[in-house]
Every structure is written in structure tokens, then in C-alpha cells.
């Protein structure tokens, strides 16, 4: 080409207005990759020459390798007009517009093309590129399976097969796709990248990691490649690893939401909550309405407020165990006490008295409480008979609910926390209540059924199971977004011709 462009060179010195040449002259410098340079020899071509098809054409091809497809389109757009017969026109304008995500307008192109040459391949490959981006992918699969019948060697033709089937979970498929698009073009970073992803959609973890270093060796800036295996090394739980990863794939591809979301899963998992939050509202930023962004955003903002609130009775807990441990053994020698006693009539007097108060239970104070926390210990690990001496409404009061719940939650009212540590003075009475027999409460003024027994039992569990697992609840929802449509690389080509762009030599 270099030879070619002195020759063109000479050619225009002695005929400066052959449009011709200065088209062939771009084609040259095309085929060198220097774009620009190609680029105006097209502009030259096409102001000598206005309705020259092939300048258009081929100025339009260039456009498309720079991914202004817009522009690439309007060339197209003139070429088509020029020469609406142009089968090959038609298929790269549609490949174009497939960039552009216009898939519907993309397919019509890609129509015309193969109903202009039924034996088109290249045709038939963007077709199915088409119709797998329209999540149409069994009708994708019968358009590569005719493109590869054309050309049985198209590479491209089998990578994109591979991952219509990728996406129908027909993962062993799709990678003897790949292993056929690897074999016949042994240095494919996508086909590496793609027949990767498989793998570890089928855990094959290991396998999968090595195609994925073989794309990045081959392609060191496919940010596909780094942010899926950085989702692999997700799984495996790799977590500082994968972030490396996923901040090269992010720095390739700023505008990725998922390699946002999954990077934000890492940092969650290394409970890095700030920097995770930051992430997550990135990828809410870019894709607003993705209900699992929302989810983990949402998640980490918890996770954030239960640390801080953590660190804040984090010596409030300290202290609590001290207390309780003292308070412990107060107990211990007041129950000693406490068993060589009798129900009087004035201790019964003082169980009136309870019933009527119980309703401003939240207003008592600290010894009230304990008078009551003794009154169950009697009930409970004492003196069984002297129970049974009890009138039946008293014994109603000892298994009320209400007194139960508000036992059960007097220090989180008092202390107004929520943390399951608060409550561990309290799992003595619980499960003491827990215990209580149906026959310590029946008597000869009446008696109260196993099942009734069971409904307190059971009304008293559920209220302390709730504040019990609160603090527990949230850290088990921050999913991983593992792939999406980007980040299976498919490959679209762009003609039979497209690589060349058409040369025109003066009859």
C-alpha cells in the first residue's frame, strides 16, 4: 500500500481532478489505518465527483470503524440512494444502526440485504447479531446456522452462535461454538472472553479464569474480559482480587453499570459499606430504574446505619455485660432468699396490686420491675402448691401476654435500642416462662387448656423472635449482578467487502 500511495500520489500531480484516485488513494491509506488522512482523500473524491457511490461508501465504512455511526449512516444513506442495489450497503448500514441499539430499523436493512443476495453470510451472521440483541435467540441461531453453512469457516459466525446459546443456558453448546471460532482464529480475545463466561455460568471456575487471562493477554483493553473475571473471582469469593479487576474494567468502561454494582458487592462483602454505597448509587446513577441496584444501594445505607450505631453502644454494651453479671449475683443470693419464704396474704395483696398498675407498666421504676422479675422466680422455680392457692384470675396475670411482652421488652423501652444484645438478661425469664406447665394453673374454681397455654406460649415467642432477629435481617440481601448483554462480546462484520472498501479504477 505504501508503493500504491506514491503511485496515487503521482497520479493526482498530474491529474488533480480525478475523482477516482483520490478514492483509490483513500482506500490505500484505509487499508494503513490512517483514518483521517483516507477520510479526505473520500472528501476530495466526493466534491470532485457528487453522486460518486463508492466514495460514500467507503468514507462511510471508515466513519463506522471510528464508531461515529451516526455519520457512517447519512454515507450510507447517499451510497443507498446512488445505488439502491447495493446488497452490501444495506448490510453495513445495518450493522451501524445495530450499534446504535436501532435494532428494528437495523433488521430491515439486514432483510433487504439477504432478499438482494441470498448468499450473503455476512448478511445472515448480523442478522442473527441483530435478532440476539432482541433477545430473539432461537430465530438468531437458524441465521448463524445458515451463515455458517455458507461459510464454514466464518469465526465471527460461530462466536456469535456461542453466546445466543450462552444466553439459553445452553452453556456445553455454546462453548464448542467457541472452541471452533478459537480454532479457526486462534488469537479471538472475544471468542476467549465469551467461551470464559461459560465456564463459569457451569463453575468451572478454574477453567473459566484462564480463558478470561488469555483475552486479557490478546486484548489488555477489553474491559468485558476484566469486569468478568473479576465477577468470577466474585464467586469465588476473591473479593480484593475481583475489585482490582472490576476497577480496570471500570476504567475502560466508565459507563458500565453492572461492573458498578459488582464491585460495590466486593467492597460489601469486605463490609467496606461507604465505598460499596458509592458504588451502588453509580450504578443507580446509570441505570436509575434497575430494581437490583436499588436493592443493594438501599441494603448498604442500612448496613452503614447499623455500624454506626453499633460503634455508638459499643461501651453501652460493655457496661451492660458487667452490669448483668453483677445483677446475676444480687440475683442469685435474693432467689436463696426468696426460697425460704411463703406466700402471705400481704405478698397476694401485693399481686393485686401489680394487676391494677400493669397498665402503666412503662412508668415504673427499676424496683418495681425487680418486685415483679420476683414474683415470676416464686411462680416459676419454687413453691408449685402455693400456686395452686392462687385464685384463677392470678394465675391468668402470671401467664398474661401483655405482662410477657413487656418483661420481655422492658430494657429495649427503657434503653430504646435494638440490638440483640440488650436482651440477653432477659432470656432467663423468657425460657423460664417458656417452661411453665398447664398443671401448675388448674384448680378447683377452673382450669386452662393445653391449647390456650400453647396460644400464650406462642403469642409471647413471636413478639420476642421479631426484636430478637431485627438486627440480623439485612445483611443477607446484596445479590451480584453478574452478567449483562455487554459483556458478551459479540462480533459483527461489516460485508464481504466491508474490510476492503470498494475500489474503483477508471476505464
Known amino acids: 500500500y505504501e508503493e500504491a500511495i506514491k503511485d496515487f500520489d503521482e497520479s493526482i500531480r498530474l491529474d488533480p481532478n480525478n475523482a477516482t484516485t483520490y478514492n483509490n488513494r483513500g482506500f490505500a491509506k484505509n487499508e494503513l ?158 471468542a476467549y472472553n465469551n467461551r470464559g463466561t461459560a465456564k463459569n455460568a457451569l463453575k468451572l471456575y478454574e477453567e473459566g479464569l484462564k480463558d478470561l487471562d488469555k483475552s486479557i493477554s490478546l486484548d489488555p483493553n477489553n474491559a468485558a474480559a476484566y469486569h468478568n473475571r473479576g465477577t468470577a473471582k466474585n464467586d469465588l469469593e476473591h473479593y480484593e482480587e475481583a475489585i482490582k479487576d472490576l476497577d480496570k474494567s471500570i476504567s475502560l468502561d466508565p459507563n458500565n453499570a453492572t461492573a458498578y454494582n459488582n464491585r460495590g458487592f466486593a467492597k460489601n462483602e469486605l463490609k467496606r459499606y461507604e ?95 425487680l418486685t415483679i422479675f420476683i414474683l415470676i422466680i416464686i411462680v416459676v422455680f419454687f413453691d408449685i402448691d402455693s400456686v395452686k392457692n392462687l385464685k384463677l384470675y392470678e394465675r391468668y396475670l402470671l401467664l398474661s401476654p401483655i405482662l410477657f411482652v413487656e418483661f420481655i421488652l422492658y430494657s429495649g ?30 384448680g378447683s374454681d377452673g382450669n386452662i387448656s393445653d391449647n390456650e397455654l400453647g396460644e400464650y406460649r406462642k403469642f409471647g415467642l413471636i413478639q420476642y423472635e421479631k426484636l430478637y432477629e431485627q438486627p440480623r435481617l439485612l445483611s443477607k440481601h446484596s445479590l451480584l449482578a453478574k452478567y449483562n448483554d455487554k459483556e458478551l462480546n459479540y462480533r459483527s462484520s461489516q460485508g464481504n467487502d466491508s474490510n476492503q472498501p470498494k475500489e474503483e479504477s477508471k476505464k
Do not use: M
Request: hydrophobic share 30%; proline share 2%.
Open 33 to 190: 489505518k490512517r483514518y483521517e488522512e483516507a477520510i479526505k482523500d473520500y472528501d476530495e473524491s466526493i466534491r470532485l465527483e457528487p453522486n460518486n457511490a463508492a466514495a460514500y461508501y467507503n468514507r462511510g465504512i471508515i466513519k463506522n470503524e471510528l464508531k461515529h455511526y451516526e455519520e457512517a449512516i447519512k454515507d450510507y444513506d447517499k451510497s443507498i440512494s446512488l445505488d439502491p442495489n447495493d446488497t452490501i450497503a444495506y448490510n453495513n448500514r445495518g450493522s451501524a444502526k445495530n450499534e446504535l441499539k436501532c435494532y428494528e430499523e437495523a433488521l430491515k436493512d439486514l432483510d433487504k440485504s439477504i432478499s438482494l443476495n441470498s448468499n450473503n453470510a455476512t448478511a445472515y451472521n448480523n442478522r442473527g447479531l441483530t435478532k440476539s440483541n432482541l433477545k430473539r435467540y432461537e430465530e438468531a441461531i437458524k441465521d448463524l446456522d445458515e451463515a455458517i453453512r455458507l461459510e464454514p469457516n466464518n469465526t465471527t459466525a460461530y462466536n456469535n452462535r456461542g453466546l445466543a446459546k450462552n444466553y439459553l443456558k445452553r452453556y456445553e453448546e455454546a462453548i464448542k461454538d467457541f472452541d471452533k471460532s478459537i480454532s479457526l482464529e486462534p488469537n479471538n480475545a472475544t
Open 275 to 369: 465505598e460499596a454505597n458509592k458504588d451502588y448509587n453509580e450504578a443507580v446513577r446509570l441505570e436509575p430504574n434497575n430494581a437490583l441496584y436499588l436493592q443493594n444501594k438501599f441494603v448498604t445505607e442500612q448496613l452503614i446505619r447499623d455500624r454506626a450505631r453499633d460503634e455508638e453502644n459499643q461501651k453501652f454494651r460493655d457496661n451492660l455485660e458487667e452490669q448483668y453479671e453483677k445483677r446475676k449475683q444480687e440475683l442469685e443470693e435474693q432467689y436463696r432468699t426468696i426460697g425460704r419464704l411463703k406466700i402471705t396474704d400481704g405478698f397476694l395483696k401485693n399481686v393485686n396490686e401489680f394487676k391494677a398498675a400493669k397498665d402503666r407498666f412503662l412508668k415504673w421504676t427499676l424496683g418495681v420491675a
Open 413 to 442: 423501652y427503657v434503653r430504646n435500642r435494638n440490638l440483640e444484645t440488650f436482651y440477653k438478661h432477659n432470656l432467663t425469664v423468657g425460657n423460664s416462662l417458656f417452661e411453665i406447665r398447664s398443671e401448675f394453673f388448674k
